[in-house]
């Protein structure tokens, strides 16, 4: 199974501030990886897939890169709404695994 | 607008069974693959089994291979998850998801189900 890990697990930010987070993948994914925000008690909201394509109706400020093993979503100024948890998944084999997640909170 | 809205979650005792529905509205049911995602209290998101479009393919996470069966009803423009032989750490939000064409991408997802199991 590709195991995902994500980095920082938990980030302190201020609304305004650029913020990235890292998902490393333990194998070649090519660029196989998806991003999804997801708030308290809400589903998860795709925002990002096959690495960077933005999904329909997704701020701009939103963005990934990456391919094989290493993969950043970067927020390039943060909102009041973007204070959330965000995933990684992959969808280069079976079975489909996420990272364990970003928690994304105001400081 | 694409919904999709689950319902079947419940409290069940270990070794229990319990079916799970997911009724789709507003999109191309027949034509896209559909998914069960998991989600423990607290805990992060866990894909659970696929299915494509008239049912021939399924995958299916390890821990629930065997237990667990993914089906679909065009007709009812439903999909379902059978669940036998409960265990404790199934317990679960459990989300219906659309994928995104053929690739497993999940663009729209339902509300969510709670399965609890417990004696």
């Known amino acids: 199974d590709i195991q995902l890990t994500q980095s920082p697990s938990f980030l302190s930010a201020s609304v305004g501030d650029r913020v990235t987070i890292t998902c490393r993948a333990s194998q070649g994914i090519s660029r196989y990886l998806a991003w999804y925000q997801q708030k308290p008690g809400k589903a998860p909201n795709l925002l990002i897939h096959?690495?960077?394509t933005l999904q329909s109706g997704v701020p701009s400020r939103f963005s990934g890169s990456g391919s094989g093993t290493e993969f950043t979503l970067t927020v390039s100024s943060l909102q009041p709404e973007d204070f959330a948890t965000y995933y990684c998944q992959q969808r280069n084999s079976y079975p489909i695994t996420f990272g364990q997640g970003t928690r994304l909170e105001i400081k | 607008e694409v919904q999709l809205v689950e319902s079947g979650g419940d409290l069940v005792q270990p070794g229990g069974s319990l079916r799970l529905s997911c009724a789709a509205s507003?999109?191309?049911?027949?034509?896209?693959?559909m998914t069960w995602v998991r989600q423990a209290p607290g805990k992060g998101l866990e894909w659970v089994a696929s299915?494509?479009?008239?049912?021939?393919?399924?995958h299916y996470v390890d821990s629930v291979k065997g237990r667990f069966t993914i089906s679909r009803d065009n007709a009812k423009i439903s999909l379902y998850l059978q669940m036998n032989d409960l265990r404790a750490e199934d317990t679960a939000v459990y989300y219906c998801?659309?994928?995104?064409?053929?690739?497993?991408?999940?663009?729209?997802w339902g509300q969510g189900t709670l399965v609890t199991v417990s004696s």
């Open positions: 096959t690495a960077s």
């Open positions: 507003e999109f191309t049911f027949r034509g896209s693959w």
């Open positions: 299915i494509n479009q008239d049912g021939g393919v399924r």
């Open positions: 998801a659309k994928l995104l064409g053929d690739v497993s991408t999940f663009d729209y």
